[in-house]
């Protein structure tokens, strides 16, 4: 099928040089979606770390499976470096809820 825009005479078939820059622009979008799913991932990972910052206070003992954890969690870009392993950081159950165990805080 192919593409069309509107214009203010109805819709167009693209040309094909519109056809080819929207290739292009699809590719793109198409090769940076690792680098989405990372960026995604880091601002979980954030969110998760803000959580327990307050553990890090100088009146308060952080006990040792949430400083592992927190490190863990720093340590996602490191362990986990390709789009499979994205896209299981960031799977979801039906309720919308991350389902990977690296998102779970461990009881303090």
Known sequence: MARV???PNGLV???TQEETARNIEEQAWNDASATRKLLDIKEIR????????YLANSDVTMPDNI???????RDIPANH?????????LARNDAG?????IWTQPKE
């Open 5 to 7: 825009h509107a214009t």
């Open 13 to 15: 078939e693209f040309s």
């Open 46 to 53: 954030l969110e998760k770390l803000i959580e327990t910052d």
């Open 67 to 73: 400083k592992t954890w927190r490190q863990s969690l």
């Open 81 to 89: 470096t390709d789009e499979n392993a994205y896209n299981l950081l």
């Open 97 to 101: 809820e991350l389902t990977h165990s």
